[in-house]
């Protein structure tokens, strides 16, 4: 087992079952996250053979960072795991600190049409561990602190779900990373029995929805997971979520050249949305060469937003990251040609 994929309570039921204090769980937690030792025995604190107990048990060792690149704003990264398969994240500075947009997959199997990500289909979840140490090897490698953490990358977070709620769990354990539920965002595509369970974990971290069309027929187009979980449903589940958690929700909506940015279509969308505790992030779409989809128009972007504002829904446009180095949403992929 890798020791980065186990929440603490776990590792307490660990230290139990094998006759030793609970507390020794928080100890090796403060000396993975806190410490960041590279071995268990850096660990002076606990007794020779429960280190080697601890040797036996746990791997200590971490994916690998096989490319980076980076421009002003942005660093992305290429990860490769141990069976041999790639993964990406990215760091991006913003002024009020740094965020890392993590993978939660090996491809995607949702299939939207839009995304460069599930042009591969999904080959395999990622462990916790996976995605615990994407942020640890970037702090490692900038050595600095992230601040917060997007689940926004390669993968659909609520097809993975244990582990994503894992990894959660992990890095928002105040002896581990300590990063607050309030920075973290996950993002879904829309698996509705999943958004419920979310709905039932008691935490605040922050649920983005991609919603991307404002009716049935569109988002049946672009988005084949609505087949599966339909529009209406979708949105009377973001209603019970809202109700159950008392938390804002964000709807995303990537703005694709004459296919999903008319004014019928803005208006279609503030009914959709009205009196709901959500608010809007109008994401100018990233192009990519495999994809035909163009981004709209600048001009069409902002009367979308002007008439959302109108209508009394609460709207941002997307700042943008890191396009120019393939690093954008929807630009990430599992699979790394020219290393
Ligand atoms: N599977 C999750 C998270 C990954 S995608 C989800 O669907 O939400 C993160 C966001 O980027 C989603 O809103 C996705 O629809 C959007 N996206 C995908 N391709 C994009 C592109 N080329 N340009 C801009 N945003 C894109």
Sequence with gaps: MNIYGIKRTDLEKYFLDINEKKFKALQVFEWLY????????????????????????FSLKMITIAKRQEDKYTKKYLFKLFDGNFIEAVLMKHDYGLSVCVSSEVGCNMGCKFCESGRLKKVRNLGAYEMVEQILLIEEDIGKRISSVVIMGIGEPLDNYDNVMDFIRIINDPKGLAIG???????????????KDLANEDLQINLAISLHAPNTQLRNKIMPVNKAYKLPELMECIKDYI?????????????????NDNETQALELSSLLKGLNVYVNLIPYNETNNIEYKRSKKDKILKFYDILKKKGINVTIRKEFGSNIDAAC???????VNL
């Excluded at 806190?34 to 107990?53: C, D, G, P, R, W």
């Excluded at 109700?243 to 296919?259: A, C, G, H, Q, S």
């Excluded at 929807?330 to 790394?336: D, F, N, T, V, Y």
Aim: positive net charge.
């Design 181 to 195: 539920a309030r920075h973290i965002t996950l993002s879904t595509c829309g698996i509705i029995p999943k958004i």
């Design 243 to 259: 109700d159950k958690t008392n938390r804002r929700v964000t709807i995303e909506y990537v703005m694709l050249d004459e296919i």
């Design 34 to 57: 806190v410490h960041k030792i590279k071995a268990f025995s850096e660990m002076t604190n606990i007794k020779k053979e429960l280190q080697e107990k601890l040797e036996k048990d």
């Design 330 to 336: 929807g630009q990430l992929r599992s699979k790394e």
